[in-house]
Each structure stands twice: as C-alpha cells, then as structure tokens.
C-alpha cells in the first residue's frame, strides 16, 4: 500500500525502473521524500520506431541470421509461395491421370460435311492421348480453314500449352516450341527455319499477304457456352487472328469471351485429356503449368472439299518479303490472288504492325 501512495504523482522517466521500497528506520525517514512531493521514477526505455519495424518484419536476430544461408531441403512449388513436401514433388513427376469425364460436345452433334483435326498430347514427357476437333467450315469457313491448314502441314506439332484454370487452355505459338519434342527432320514436324525462318511473333496464320500474317475477325455467331469450345486467340485487339487458339474449360465465363474471340469449333473426343490438364494450371493465372504439355503431333482426320492445292498454301506461308528471283516473285504474286479470293468471303487482312505490336506486348 506505501508504494502505490508513493507512485501517485510520481514523475515517470524513461529509461529507469521502479524500485521496491524498503524498509527504513527512523533515523534515515528525514531522507524520506515529503508527502505530496513527487518522486522520480525510471522505467525500462520504450523500443525505437526502427527495432518496432525489424521485429515486425520477420527478419532474422543476429543470432538467427547465423543460419539463413542454410538451404532448405523443401523445395518450392512452382505456383505458390508456400514449401511443399517431397512426395507432392513426386506426384507431380509422375504420369497424369485422365479418368474418363461426363462430356457433351458443346456446339451439338458435329455436322458430317465438316473436317475434322487431332492432336496427339503428352505432359511431363508421358504420351496421355488424342484429342480430335471439329471445324466448324459451314459457319466459319476463313477462320477453319486457317486451322486445318496449319494441323495439316504440322504447325502445331512440338507447340506447348499454357493453361488457365476455370477458364482455357492456350496453345499454338509455333514461335515458341518445345526443344525436347520438336526436331526440324522429322516430317511429323514442320521445317519453320527453312520454310518459315521470319514468323512474327506468336504465330501467324496461313492469310500472308503484303498487310499483314493476321486475319480479321470472321464472326461472332458461336458463343462461348459451356467446356471444350475451340475458339482464336487475339492479344486484347480485334482483327489480330493469327494461329493461336484457346479451348474453354467448364467453369468459363462466356460474356468475357464473346464478341471478342472467333469461335471456330468444338471438342469431339478426349475431352478426358484436356480436362486433366486443368490440375496442372497455376492459380495465379500466368499460365505456367507444374508439368509442360506439349503437342507431339497433329494431323487432319477427315478434310472437306478444298478449293486450293496444298501448294498454294504452302507459298502463302512461307513466301518472303522482298523476293528477287523471278521465282519468288510469282510466288508472291501467286500469294496476293489467294489472298484476295479470300476476300470474297468478307476476310479482309489488318495491318502487320497493329498487330505485331500487339502480339509483342
């Protein structure tokens, strides 16, 4: 009870520490401070602004930091911030499940005058199956005929996905191949140092003309309703097809596709194989996938009834600006008069720079 009267009205100073009274006899009381007078009291010093922020931090003491070059024996995933275990590690080296799904191809039953194309799919360098897709040439006939063409001449063979989960899957970029997969000998695969050596970036289309790789959007009339539509891809500008392609997943939602992207197509078969691939996606939406998956082949199934050669698709792809040789000019020349028949099909090229900005940002 005596030290709680003497603290009253004490005068506190930082610093000091509040001693316990003793006891005194009554020879030393004059050396008392008088009742009413305020004592001085020291109390240990308050922490500075900097040592409140370091201990807020997380950063190691210095006897902690001793051990922070010490490596860690869990590894990080590739899509979180978090460490995980060794045997997730492991499962993710191991081939991926592709159980069958319930599926119904989204655009109804497929019409049988349409062509149809395969991709055969391997992840973490397993082989996991074929996916085949259906055209749609009677709807969109520019805009398939761009995709069959490239799946006939193996454009797409050694092409990597990207995959986005809730909503697509993204591939086509031949500009960006898969190194272990891809060998420019093969014919299972196309010659692009060769036949292609100057592709702009990303990819383009088979619609090479002197405006541009790209091709302008065709329609609009397929919405984006449900898994396992084949639709182009465009880097946020219109007018910007070129041979990038993106396949809805179930949980897409279709007002942020539609009126923006050409849907061309659908998933007839395999829809199990694709739908696996969504578990390897990042959560961060980057694409970035836990396993790569990678196009090992692609091809042409059934084809419809085409007006050109193959020739003449071929020199409208790998034709070069500046041609000298009179060769290459005929080819060039040959090149403007397909691109122009496909202008009596409302196609209309854009302008490459549009677009390759575009693709470049």
């Keep these: 009870l005596s030290h709680a009267r003497a603290l009253v009205g004490a005068r506190v100073v930082p610093g000091t520490r509040v001693p316990r009274p003793s006891r005194i006899g009554p020879s030393e009381r004059s050396n008392a401070p008088e009742p009413g007078e305020p004592s001085v009291v020291r109390l240990p010093a308050r922490p500075s602004p900097k040592h409140r922020a370091l201990a807020m931090s997380g950063e190691p003491t210095a006897e902690e930091g001793k051990y922070k070059d010490i490596p860690s024996i869990l590894p990080l995933a590739p899509g979180g911030v978090y460490a995980v275990k060794w045997e997730q590690r492991e499962k993710w080296a191991e081939c991926l499940s592709t159980p069958d799904v319930p ?7 497929p019409n049988p005058d349409n062509p149809v194309c395969f991709f ?3 992840a973490g360098g397993y082989y996991l199956g074929r996916v085949t897709f259906e055209l749609k040439a009677d709807t969109h006939p520019v805009t398939s005929e761009n995709f069959l063409k490239l799946c006939e001449f193996k454009c797409y063979a050694g092409t990597k996905f990207k995959v986005f989960p809730g909503n697509w899957i993204r591939g086509g970029d031949f500009t960006d191949l898969d190194e272990v997969v891809y060998d420019a000998n093969d014919p299972d695969f196309f010659d692009f140092a060769s036949l292609l050596p100057d ?4 990819g383009q289309s ?3 003309s002197e405006d541009g790789p790209y091709f302008a959007d065709e ?3 397929i919405a984006h309703d449900g898994p396992g539509v084949l639709t182009m891809y465009n880097p946020g500008a219109p007018n910007c097809n070129g041979s990038q392609f993106m396949i809805t997943f179930p ?5 942020s596709l539609d009126g923006t992207h050409v849907a061309f197509g659908q ?3 395999g829809w199990n194989v694709l739908a696996a691939l969504e578990q390897l996606g990042d959560a961060r939406q980057e694409g970035d996938t836990f396993q790569r998956v990678t196009v090992e082949q692609c091809g042409v199934v059934k084809g419809k009834g085409e007006k050109g050669s193959a020739g ?3 020199a409208k792809m790998c034709v070069k600006n500046g041609a000298s040789e009179r060769g290459g000019a005929r080819r060039h020349n040959a090149t403007r008069r397909a691109s122009r028949g496909h202008s009596s099909r409302s196609f209309r090229a854009t302008p490459s720079l549009a677009a390759r900005v575009a693709y470049a940002a």
């Excluded at 592709?199 to 990303?202: D, E, F, H, Q």
């Excluded at 949980?251 to 007002?255: E, L, T, W």
Aim: aromatic share 10%; proline share 10%.
């Design 103 to 109: 599926y119904t191809p989204p655009l109804g039953a």
């Design 251 to 255: 949980n897409v939602r279709a007002d």
């Design 312 to 314: 003449s698709t071929m």
């Design 120 to 122: 055969e799919i391997r």
């Design 199 to 202: 592709a702009a970036p990303g």
């Design 267 to 269: 998933v007839l078969d």
């Design 219 to 221: 329609s609009f009339a």
């Design 206 to 208: 088979i619609y090479v």
